[in-house]
């Protein structure tokens, strides 16, 4: 099982940025897949997560208004779409896949089983 990340750059405060995360090696139709980030100095924090079959989502607070993820079938990718980024969105950020949770579960990193390597977004103020 691969998640392959992209799309990270530097953007300005008010930007937006699309991170994809291409995911290989077997059927996901069942799992979740989630975005977390990692700002230096703190801890991963969970960002979003989507139910591939149904497209259940769920979105921490700090991101809930600005950030949007979705998922590509035919493309067995997932985008994180982020508009009026704010220097405090600054971390790396990993997607990831699993298929232990519920909805009300899906923010628990411990529940992941796949991991991408993270792509950085960086903005500046």
């Known amino acids: 099982v691969q998640l392959q990340a992209s799309g990270g750059g530097l953007v300005q405060a008010g930007g937006s940025l699309r991170l994809s995360c291409a995911a290989s090696?077997?059927?996901?139709?069942?799992?979740?897949m989630g975005w977390f980030r990692q700002a230096p100095g703190k801890e991963r924090e969970f960002v979003t997560a989507?139910?591939?079959?149904?497209?259940?989502?769920v979105y921490a607070d700090s991101v809930k208004g600005r950030f949007t993820i979705s998922r590509d079938d035919a493309k067995n990718t997932v985008y994180l779409q982020m508009n009026s980024l704010k220097p405090e969105d600054t971390a790396v950020y990993y997607c990831?896949?699993?298929?232990?949770?519920?909805?009300?579960?899906?923010?628990?990193?411990?529940?992941?089983?796949?991991w991408g390597q993270g792509t950085l977004v960086t903005v500046s103020s």
């Open positions: 990831a896949a699993g298929s232990r949770m519920i909805l009300s579960t899906m923010n628990r990193a411990n529940l992941y089983d796949y």
């Open positions: 090696g077997r059927t996901f139709s069942s799992y979740v």
């Open positions: 989507i139910r591939w079959r149904g497209g259940s989502t």
